[in-house]
């Protein structure tokens, strides 16, 4: 068994016999550390503790008295979890945050702050009494929730109105009594207010044994956000249900809901998930904000070349453009801005999506639903009975589909859709693969546009980074561009939540299907292949368009190189 504290002092003549007796006699009466005992009565300096302390633990000290703490690092680490560990956090450098334990040995404190941030942690040995200290002067409530309360106090109720679908209202006022009482309402109506405001895609509400999770998606990360108490949840989820009109006494089943809000004028969507997991049900909703919408071609991201490629195929008379990309990377907001681009008056314009995600005036948009039969190939034969002249199919997700698509596109019909593949070049096998003949590929195929999104450097924080040459050159650059631009990353600011980030670009790679393309389908070329072909006639790969990015000093390597693949 490990000798304690005050024994170790008194081996190493920090302290005496006595004086260790008199702190035991202390602690026994006002409870606390040995060592903040011994400080108490004076029998040791606070300086000499933590610096006997860190050569115990094998890691820096730290006097938090003397250490000026910026407030925005104390959001990254709830009060709850500060005074259950005894745990301070000091500043943030990068990756890295600094955080004053009082026993740096304690691994558990240091893995919950590491999966709570996101960040890696770099313990620092701090006083009993100093990190008490720190916690009461910097940390302005009692309860982690009660911050939470006073900003659902100070809330503008107002500005946030559930706008009810027009269906029959479902009787539920037995089971809305806990979903409704007044503090519930706030708590979800700051919850939904404040992801909004900081620009989130989705809110995740994640119920574990002990504890409850709230965290928002911001340009395509995670974060954590609060930690309501667990034994709120199923009033949380019963609210959440009740505002998307979902049935609040089934527990058993996934469901999924639907919410309209308006907030400060703006109409909002929201898209409700429900989940049963072991410790209650976990809510994801994905927030459609149409105020975000950009639907401007020329300000998602494309370089002149691929823009001209892309916006040629879309206003052409017959054919199919494919959008690729993995979820969550962009393809629908590609999609709508190509619509709305070719959105005229002489032009019937039909889509099928699952779901609708957005509202476009002028066109006509059908939700499609599988569980009544209405599947994107029902809706697509649908749709060709209707005199379009375009025609927008949310996914191709399976051969009945891709060969009424095909058909579309070789009968007078421009057709878009996507497609979930790596690449653009892939997507040529993909459509193999599902059974589509290859000289119907050829044929149909007119332009094949692979994207990604990543997250824009801050404005308000960026700055020049230092980054090895050979590291530009493993990423893609030749040896001559690498020493002829300035890298940037962002320092990290409250205006992007000490990220360094602020809003996301798209990478897009625009394979236009030419008659040396054409001929490789038909022939059976290999994906390498085509590729290769694709580069030499001029298109730029995602990681050629990340590059270009970092180059014009919108977005770090790091940053590329986690969103991209080598070439």
Known sequence: MAPKLGQILLNNNLITEDQL???????????????????????????????????????????????????????????????KYQIFPVSKNGASLKLAMIDPSNVFAIDDVKFMTGYNVQPVVATESSVKEAIKKHYEQTDGIQSVVDDMAS??????????????????????????????????????????????????????????????????????IMQPPVKMKAALSSRMKIMSELDISERRLPQDGRIKLRIKGNAVDLRVSTLPTLFGEKIVMRILDKSNLNLDLTKLGFEQKALEDFEEAIHSPFG????????????????????????KVDVNIMTAEDPVEYNLNGINQVHVRD????????????FLRQDPDIVMVGEIRDFETAEIA?????????????L?????????????????????????????????????????????????????????????EAGNFKCYKGKGCSACGDTGYKGRI?????????????????????????????????????????????????????EVLRVTFGD
Do not use: W
């Open 21 to 83: 007796i008199k702190a035991i006699e202390q602690q026994k009466k006002d409870g606390g550390r040995i060592g903040s005992n011994l400080i108490k009565l004076g029998f040791l300096t606070e300086e000499s503790l933590v610096e006997f302390l860190s050569k115990q633990y094998g890691v820096p000290s730290i006097v938090l008295s003397h250490e000026d703490i910026d407030p925005s690092i104390i959001k990254f680490v709830p009060y709850d979890v500060a005074n």
């Open 155 to 224: 809330l503008d109720d107002s500005n946030l109105d559930l706008i009810k679908e027009q269906e029959d209202d479902i009787d539920v006022n037995d089971l809305q009594n806990a979903g409704e009482e007044a503090p519930i309402v706030k708590l979800v109506n700051l919850i939904l207010a404040e992801a909004i405001s900081r620009g989130a895609s989705d809110i995740h509400v994640e119920p574990y044994e002990k504890e409850l999770r709230i965290r928002y998606r911001v340009d395509g990360i995670l974060y954590d």
């Open 320 to 343: 199919m453009v494919l959008v690729t990309g993995p979820t969550g990377s962009g393809k629908t907001t590609s999609l709508y801005s190509a619509l709305s681009t070719v959105n």
């Open 371 to 382: 569980d009544i039969g209405l599947s994107f190939a029902a809706a697509l034969r649908s």
């Open 406 to 418: 095909v058909k579309a596109a070789l009968t007078g019909h421009l057709v878009l859709s996507t």
């Open 420 to 480: 979930h593949t790596n690449d653009a070049p892939s997507t040529v096998s993909r459509l193999l693969n599902m059974g589509i003949e290859p000289f119907l590929v050829s044929a149909s195929v007119l332009l094949i546009l692979a994207q990604r999104l990543c997250r824009k450097i801050c404005e308000h924080c960026k700055e020049e980074e230092e980054i090895p040459v050979s590291a530009l050159i493993n990423a893609g650059f030749t040896e001559d």
């Open 506 to 558: 798209a990478l897009y790679e625009v394979m236009p299907v030419k008659e040396e393309i054409k001929d490789m389908i038909v022939k059976g070329a290999t994906t390498s292949d085509i590729k290769k072909t694709a580069v030499r006639l001029g298109m730029k790969t995602l990681r050629m368009s990340g590059l270009t990015k970092i180059k014009e000093g919108i977005t770090t390597l790091e």
